[in-house]
């Protein structure tokens, strides 16, 4: 059976123009920073032309902050792809959404680039871990508007944290008056301090129903019920599918994970012979079904097989994933209740 492949890409390494509070990158002392070169990009096209079986490739743009990657850079980058790629493939970018210009925004609309950007909530305030002036975040609020203007696909992503969680009200309002194409909460643990899994399946709960009233779709509850009705959810936080993801950094090493790149999880070099071999290895490895996984912890029901995997549990990206499990189960079980 044919399956699609999420690429990460890392065009300056762990590198960000901002330095929230929060963030896990800050804590890794030698995230490889510098640039991505186009002969890298190339290579790795040629590589993924050669895997048996693989139909659809994601490449997310990540980073740090991915759009320090020059637009003139970015534009190389796509075209290469766009000439040597013999798989369907589509961009994506996860930005802080500072950077965006003029530039940028005709060259998404020309690649269709469907574009993430990250915030804290709906006021300076809510944002005083990512933030140190007022402007920044009034110059983030106006570049999501231009993004939609401009009919490009923008999902905006809130980081929810204790301190934060105070102005969840307003967050729906906020979404509701910017109509992104989508939106999703995510939680995290910040200074220690975690939700309760009773919080995140409230939060849950809120986002479902306002995606119903506002018809703005959230990214968690409809792969929910695709799940509850036995199909594999489409999210891998859900499925525990992380080895549909490899990484790839600014020097050409490829890593088995979607998150920061460690040893452990290091494949090799693109110009390593069996570089091949081990990416295909690594993505037709069937996952073990976690006994922390929703399947595990919902009694080992049938109808929730495919809510097999543990998560970021594994790949220790996110420190409050039982959290973000249990509140997902709680959900559930309140769902066949209904
Ligand atoms: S914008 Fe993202 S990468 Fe940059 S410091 Fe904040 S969380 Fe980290
Ligand atoms: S590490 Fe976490 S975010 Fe990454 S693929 Fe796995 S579950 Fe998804």
Redesign the pocket.
Known sequence: MSRAVNVVMTPVG?I?????S?????LKEKFTSGKMNIEIIGKLVEKLNQLNKINKVTFTWH???PMLFTPKQCELAFRVIEKKSVIDYKHVIQT?GTLISEEYIELFKRYKVSVGV?LDGPNFEANSS?FSKEEQFNLVVKNIKKLLLNKIRTTIFI?LTRDNIVYLDDMFLFIRKVHPTSFYLNPVQKDGSDFSAEEWCKVIEKMNQFSYDSKIPNGLTPYIEEGVKGRIPKHCLLCGVCNQFILVNVSGEVFATCSYPEPETFLDHLDEPNIKQKIADYLSKVPSISKDSIYAKLGEDRRYVYFQGAGCKQNKCQENNAVYVDGVVKYIQRMEVK
Do not use: A
């Not at 960000?16 to 929230?20: G, V």
């Open positions: 762990g960000c123009n901002l330095k929230c929060y963030c896990y990158l800050q980073g740090g902050e802080n990250s990512r980081t």
